[in-house]
């Protein structure tokens, strides 16, 4: 997109509904986090309208996001997986997934939850969660890392202090907008 995506995504038909309903907002939904994770693993070297207009492809090969469906997961279900054109049929995307959602099942037993695990590390710079992202999951790099935080409120950015939907957002008090509160300043938010 030639414009910035507040600019762009109002109207479009993908974009649209995600900008103005999900992008920045925070949720303490572990499915939803997954989801979020999956969606951004599999964006990687590709656009984001792709992954958009497969959501709900990938909604239903993974069951929903179901963590505990996902993390059982088998070579049955990794072939079937491998074989929807419905998604992103790369074999290390694919198993980054179902060890991810294992992954998660091992955070419930020191964090209680994938959110839990989120805010008990909150705040942390970009560079500091990428690190700390590296150690816990598979296939997470800077990109995946940063916008997969920015797109649920732990990192600034998200859109722009003029869109109409960033005082939806700051309404519902995204984790970076409370660390900047507290006197963080590990990262500068946009207000």
Known sequence: MSLTYCGAAPGHPHHGPYHDNEYGFPSNDDRVLFERLVLEINQAGLSWLTI????????????????????????????RLLADAGIIRNRLKVDAVIENAR???????????????LRAHHPLTKAEWVKLFGRTFRFTG??????????????????????????????????????????????????
């Open 52 to 79: 958009l207009k497969k959501r709900d492809a990938f909604r239903a090969a993974f069951d929903g996001f179901d963590i505990d469906r996902v993390a059982a997961y088998g070579e049955t279900e990794r072939a």
């Open 103 to 117: 992954r998660i099942i091992a955070l419930r037993e020191t964090h209680g939850s994938f959110d839990g695990w």
């Open 142 to 191: 800077g990109e995946i890392v940063g916008e997969f935080l920015m797109s649920l409120g732990y990192l600034p950015g998200a859109h722009q202090a003029n869109c109409p939907v960033q005082a939806v957002v700051l309404a519902r008090t995204p984790p970076w907008k409370t660390a900047a509160e507290a006197g963080y300043r590990g990262h500068q938010p946009i207000e």
